[in-house]
C-alpha cells in the first residue's frame, strides 16, 4: 500500500489518456451505425471499472520520475503538520476530505434514488389498454420478469428505473397506440440492455469520485451513448416507415420536455426515453436510426486503431506505475555521534529494488539490513521504495 497513492495517479493519468480519445472518437461519431457500437460501450465500462479500482497488483514495473513525484511526494506524504497535538500528513488530509465528501454525496444520490421510487409507487397506471400494450411488446421482445407501470404527472417524459425490479413511469399524457408501443420497445430495450446497472454505476461513480472532473465528461458521454445504442438495437428490425414513427414519438416527448418540474433533474439514475434534448445529440440519434445499416460492416482499421489503444492504456495502467526516487546521498559516513541524534522526525529510510537499504538523515546514510528496517517501521520511520 506504501504505492497506492502513485498507483492512483499513473491510472489517472491513462484512464484520462483514453478517455481524451474516445472522447474524440465519440464526438467525432465514431461508427455509430455498426457493431462498434458495443464495441465503445464496452471501452468505456472497462475504464470506468479502472478507474473505479486503483490498485497496483504487484506487476508493476516502477518508472522513478524524481523530477515530477519528489516534490509532490514531499508535499504531500513526508511533510508533517501538526494540528491539536496530532500529526498529519496533507495526504491523508486530503484523502480523508474527498472520502468524507464521496460519502455524503453518495448516501444523498441512494436516499434521493429510493425516495423517488418510493414516491412514484404511489402512483399506479389506470389505463389497461397501456399495460395491455407493454405486455405485449414484452412478450415480442422475449424480456422475462414483470413490469412494473406507473403513471405521474412528476415526470414529463417516460422514464425507466429498478435496478431488481423494473419499473416503467408515464407522464399524464394522452398516448395513441402506436407511440405507447414506441415507448414500451424503447424502455424494455433499455432493460435488455442491462442499461440501468451501468448508469447507476457510473452515477456511483460521479459521487465517489466527484474530484477526478473528466468523470463528469464521461459519464456524460456514456449516457448518450447509452441513448444512441438503444435506439439502434430497437429499430434494428423496423421497417423505414416504422422508424420515423418511433422517431416522431420521440421528438414529441423532447419537445414537451422542457415544461415543467423533471424527475430527470431530481435524479440523474432515471433513464427517460427522450435522454438529453440538446439538439446535437438529439440530430446524432436520428440521424444514427435513419441511415442504420442492415449489414454490419467489420471493424475496419479505425476499429483495430481503437482497440490497440485501449489496450495499450489499459496495459499500461497495470504495467507501469511511475514513482519518486531518492537515490542514497554520496556522502561521508555518519559520525557515530550523530547515530543517536536520528529519529522519525529527522529521519527516513530508503529502500531499492535491488536490494540495498539506507538510513537518511541530515545529509548522511548508511546502510542497514532488513531487521533493522523493521524495527525503524514499528519506531515510526517512513519507508520510501524504488
Known amino acids: 500500500m506504501e504505492n497506492f497513492l502513485f498507483s492512483l495517479l499513473t491510472s489517472i ?11 474524440i472518437a465519440r464526438k467525432k461519431r465514431y461508427d455509430t451505425r455498426n457493431r462498434n457500437s458495443d464495441v465503445l460501450f464496452l471501452l468505456y465500462l472497462l475504464f470506468f471499472v479502472r478507474i473505479f479500482l486503483p490498485f497496483d497488483i504487484g506487476i508493476a514495473k516502477a518508472v522513478p520520475m524524481p523530477s515530477i513525484f519528489n516534490g509532490i511526494d514531499t508535499a504531500l506524504r513526508l511533510n508533517t503538520y501538526t494540528i491539536f497535538q496530532h500529526d498529519f500528513t496533507l495526504i491523508s488530509a486530503i484523502g480523508l476530505f474527498c472520502f468524507a465528501v464521496g460519502c455524503i454525496k453518495t448516501f444523498h444520490f441512494l436516499f434521493r434514488y429510493f425516495h423517488i421510487q418510493k414516491l412514484l409507487s404511489h402512483f399506479a397506471c389506470p389505463d389497461k389498454s397501456a399495460k395491455e400494450i407493454l405486455t405485449t411488446i414484452q412478450t415480442s421482445m422475449k424480456l422475462k420478469g414483470k413490469i412494473h407501470l406507473f403513471q405521474s404527472d412528476l415526470t414529463q417524459t417516460p422514464i425507466s428505473y429498478g435496478i ?7 407522464p399524464s399524457v394522452e398516448f395513441s397506440e402506436k407511440e405507447l408501443s414506441n415507448i414500451f420497445i424503447h424502455e424494455l430495450t433499455h432493460f435488455k440492455n442491462r442499461d440501468l446497472p451501468v448508469k447507476f454505476f457510473s452515477k456511483l461513480s460521479i459521487c465517489f469520485f466527484w474530484w477526478l472532473p473528466f468523470t463528469y465528461l464521461i459519464s456524460k458521454d456514456l449516457e448518450e451513448f447509452q441513448e444512441i445504442r438503444c435506439d439502434l438495437c430497437a429499430t434494428r428490425s423496423m421497417s423505414r416507415q416504422q422508424k420515423i414513427s418511433y422517431l416522431s414519438t420521440i421528438q414529441r416527448l423532447v419537445s414537451g420536455s422542457g415544461k415543467g418540474k423533471n424527475l430527470k433533474a431530481a435524479n440523474g439514475s432515471l433513464t427517460p426515453l427522450a435522454g438529453d434534448s440538446s439538439r446535437n445529440l438529439l440530430i446524432e440519434r436520428f440521424e444514427t436510426v435513419i441511415q442504420q445499416e442492415d449489414k454490419q460492416k467489420s471493424i475496419g482499421l479505425r476499429g483495430i486503431l481503437l482497440a490497440f489503444t485501449a489496450f495499450f492504456c489499459f496495459a499500461g495502467s497495470y504495467l507501469v506505475v511511475f514513482l519518486p526516487f531518492y537515490p542514497p546521498p554520496n556522502t561521508k559516513t555518519v559520525p557515530q555521534d550523530v547515530i543517536g541524534e536520528i529519529s522519525p522526525e529527522n529521519g527516513y529510510i530508503s529502500a531499492s529494488k535491488g536490494g540495498k537499504i ?6 548522511y546514510s548508511f546502510e542497514i539490513d532488513q531487521e533493522f528496517l523493521e524495527l525503524s517501521e514499528q519506531s515510526g520511520f517512513r519507508v520510501l521504495y524504488e
Open 358 to 363: 539506507y538510513l537518511i538523515s541530515d545529509g
Open 13 to 23: 493519468f491513462w484512464c484520462s489518456l483514453f478517455f481524451v480519445i474516445l472522447h
Open 164 to 170: 431488481f425490479r423494473k419499473k416503467i413511469c408515464l
